[in-house]
């Protein structure tokens, strides 16, 4: 399915989300809140994957997960979530996502479901941005003011406050940096990545706020029932919203703008050229915004057709030192200016080295492939004595690894470090800790160790008990619990004459019309028994047993036989 032209919003007295493709309602999704929403505001993951969705009326924030289409959890915050803007990403799980608390004058991070840090910004902070580095802005509505926050370590702090001329409303950030809010009484306000700011005068209401994937800026003029369009040459153009009272808006990846319209209770699609597309006439008044593009206060840039976060840090240090020798220019007394893949930074020459760590050590995360550990699984029961840990990290910036749970340091030159002498008997999951040359450490990357049963299968022509499950059938497979609600499972059946048997954990629940043998649900599958099972490692619990009616020859055909758990 593509999600190019998916819009969702917010019915805040119904407490329901709304799922409109190709501007039609396809689906309608209850909200698991007590009270109305609220204004909402929506944030949806790059990679399409999660949307999040404040609840200022509850004190909470809803995390949906859009590939099952069911909430995943609540998350409860207190006070007033407004804001939501999904953070650039410093490891290779858990991105992080910002939440501006209105009453409490907070920021708060949510990273893998759980508020991991709250910090005091100005008053009444309303919308979040996070541009390309990392650094997260802030505005303040009551207090007329944009709080900056730089992350160092694990932590962000406040390193900046902008003021602004009047109340801020809504703020984004373009793929060139530049950060724009949108402000009461006619301001629309530019702020450079130098931090300082340049003032335009509207006539009328600014509003909502979106930056394209070409950099122009779009901004909802509330009075006069129109949007804006600032292009990066600072040109503005003016179009009709097609709607009465314009208040939210977002984009896709086409440049295509959608609004919410406060005053008939409608959602307009604007082409990049400003022409009207189409209008959704809404019974309720929709609020929030988001779409799949991953555009909500996310920094995007173009590749071809495509729109990809930019990610100055994964940029390889050999060729940002040759592409910085063969740029800079100008002397330590004149100031010099420095680009490169995309990135730019004004200043004077000692900056330099700040440009270079804010581009290459801020985040050892970005240098991980990927981590994993051997053996993934253990029967439960067993022992496990000995652990290698493999690792695909660019090494160049990084001077240590780190394994929690007693292991210690691994080594750096090698793709993977083998620990013996250890005795784990059950689930564990391994964090992996980096600290790079720079002293910034981060313990984010994990891998698990899980301990499972099994399932054994065979062809026997004796009866299958508890005694000869071991020796009769020898194919064996782990199962975790959890896949009972999501998956099946292939078993391959190759050699013997007999009867075709599945030993399964109880847990899983099997059906027995849920056997298919090569494609053919197979009714004749009989549940011969439910006995306490001993494993090889000592572990006992509650096996069924089952029986194919038939007898097969599988040394004339293989058969696969494909079980689904019952859910």
């Not at 620990?419 to 784990?424: E, P, Q, V, W």
């Not at 062809?459 to 619990?481: C, F, G, Q």
Request: charged share 20%; with cysteine.
């Amino acid at each position: 399915m593509s999600y190019l032209n998916t819009v969702w919003a917010v019915d805040s007295p119904n407490k329901q989300l709304y799922k409109y493709t190709n501007d039609v309602l396809e689906a309608k999704y209850s909200m698991p809140i007590t009270k109305s929403a609220g204004n909402s505001a929506i944030c949806v993951s790059t990679n399409a994957k999660d949307i999040l969705i404040t609840c200022p009326n509850c004190g909470q924030v809803l995390m949906f997960d859009a590939g099952y289409e069911s909430f995943i959890r609540s998350i409860t915050l207190g006070g007033t979530p407004m804001g939501i803007a999904e953070g650039t990403p410093y490891a290779t799980s858990h991105i992080p996502y910002f939440v501006t608390n209105y009453s409490t004058n907070n920021l708060m991070i949510i990273k893998n479901g759980e508020v991991v840090q709250t910090i005091k910004v100005g008053v009444g902070p309303r919308g979040v941005a996070v541009d390309s580095y990392g650094k997260v802005f802030v505005a303040n509505y009551l207090g007329k003011s944009i709080s900056v926050l730089t992350r160092s370590g694990n932590s962000y702090a406040v390193t900046n406050t902008i003021t602004v001329p009047e109340r801020p409303l809504g703020i984004i950030v373009n793929y060139n940096d530049d950060i724009y809010v949108s402000c009461q009484s006619g301001k629309l306000v530019k702020i450079k990545k130098t931090l300082t700011t340049k003032v335009f005068n509207i006539d009328g209401t600014p509003g909502g706020i979106i930056a394209d994937k070409f950099g122009n800026v779009w901004v909802t003029n509330y009075n006069n029932n129109s949007v804006l369009k600032l292009s990066l040459s600072e040109k503005f153009s003016t179009f009709p919203c097609g709607g009465q009272g314009p208040i939210e808006i977002s984009a896709n990846e086409k440049g295509e703008i959608y609004v919410f319209n406060n005053g008939d209770y409608s959602i307009t699609h604007i082409g990049a050229n400003g022409s009207l597309q189409s209008k959704i006439d809404c019974d309720y008044l929709p609020n929030g915004f988001g779409d799949f593009i991953g555009m909500c206060s996310k920094l995007a840039v173009t590749d071809g057709n495509a729109v990809k976060p930019i990610e100055p840090n994964k940029i390889e240090f050999d060729d940002l030192s040759e592409d910085l020798q063969n740029i800079i220019t100008g002397s330590e007394s004149a100031g010099i200016h420095v680009e490169a893949k995309n990135v730019s930074y004004t200043g004077l020459y000692d900056n330099v080295d700040a440009a270079l760590d804010a581009l290459l050590f801020t985040k050892p995360f970005d240098n991980v492939k990927s981590f994993t550990v051997s053996p993934m699984y253990a029967e439960k029961g067993s022992t496990v004595r000995a652990v290698t840990f493999n690792h695909n990290i660019n090494t160049d910036m990084i001077e240590k690894l780190e394994i929690n749970n007693g292991i210690g340091e691994i080594g750096l030159g090698t793709e993977s470090t083998t620990k013996s002498g250890l005795a784990i008997t059950d689930t564990t999951k391994f964090t992996l800790t980096i600290t790079n040359i720079k002293g910034f450490t981060d313990s984010e990357t994990s891998a698990t160790l899980t301990f499972a049963n099994k399932i054994y299968w065979g062809v026997s022509t004796e009866e299958i008990t508890a005694n000869n499950i071991l020796t009769n059938l020898t194919n064996t497979k782990y199962v975790l619990d959890s896949f009972a609600n999501k998956y099946d499972r292939e078993l391959d059946f190759t050699e013997g004459v007999g009867n075709l048997y599945i030993a399964l954990p109880t847990s899983i629940g099997l059906k027995n019309s849920e056997i298919f043998v090569n494609g053919f649900n197979d009714s004749n599958w009989i549940k011969t028994g439910n006995v306490s099972f001993r494993n090889a490692s000592g572990y006992s619990t509650r096996y069924d047993i089952f029986k194919s009616g038939y007898t097969h020859n599988v040394d004339d055909v293989n058969i696969k036989v494909h079980i689904k758990h019952n859910v």
